[in-house]
């Protein structure tokens, strides 16, 4: 807590205190999406899942003291393609009122940095077709497209 | 062990034991696909860290008293969208010498029902491109397409 970088900007794994600002930002997000419906119910049972699980997944957050100004959600996983651990992305968002900033570039960045310290061996995300921008901005950071369709079941 | 069932076809949980046989199902798999190479001690190192972590998923066999028919690889996985656990599947391939007997739907039954028992939420899977005929198989099933499209960073 030192006063004169008070206001610094800075990327930190998330905490239960965060929920509910999460949530809001998860409701902001599937509302921008196609393929899903904003559901703060549902969103608050699976980021408490993911905080209470460290094992399973990290959430990582961008903030300043005044605010949240983005949310990633990192979960575990392996692959046998690779021979090893990998991460999933989701849930990437900087809020609105922060866009074009800077943020989305720091809080990628962080990303990979902390995929590299840990050992992941890939980062695979989903992103919307519609939003040519948000595939833009990952290009830039890297990610390329690949050759597979996600197909789902849903079990509800 | 019944005697008048010896050969009857089971699915059930890979063990280590199986390793082999399941290097080499993926090899042909990744023969297979665009998007990946095969790569034996790769594979190897993956499905080992399944087998020896039960909490991060599970790989399902199909097999006679003879042979392995085939496999499924089930990686088990949080969704802030849905609220709960979700499974992804990944390296569904049944040998090709057993393919067109109904093993593939006998499998892919057991996975559903696995995860409606152990209560995940959905199912998602990453088909190629390429194979529109393994695209029919899943759709037969209840699997549609997402508005998602995957992008990846390798970290090697």
């Known amino acids: 807590m030192s ?9 930190e794994p998330a905490t239960v205190d965060d929920l509910p600002l999460l949530v809001q930002l998860l409701v902001e997000l599937f509302e921008e999406e196609e393929d899903f419906n904003p559901d703060p119910a549902r969103h608050e049972i699976g980021l408490r899942m993911i905080l209470e699980n460290p094992k399973g997944g990290r959430i990582l957050v961008i903030r300043n003291d005044h605010s949240l100004i983005g949310m990633v959600n990192l979960l575990f996983t392996i ?10 992305m989701e849930d990437f968002i900087i809020h609105p009122a922060h866009r074009g900033q800077g943020y989305g570039s720091r809080l990628v960045s962080e990303v990979e940095n902390f995929a590299r310290q840990k050992g992941f061996k890939r980062i695979t995300l989903l992103t919307d077709k519609i939003s040519a921008e948000s595939q833009r901005f990952f290009q830039r950071h890297g ?14």
């Open 3 to 11: 006063e004169s970088h008070s206001n610094d900007v800075r990327v």
């Open 79 to 88: 692959s046998t393609a690779v021979g090893g651990m990998v991460l999933l």
């Open 143 to 156: 990610y390329a497209f690949s050759n597979m369709i996600p197909m789902r079941l849903l079990l509800e």
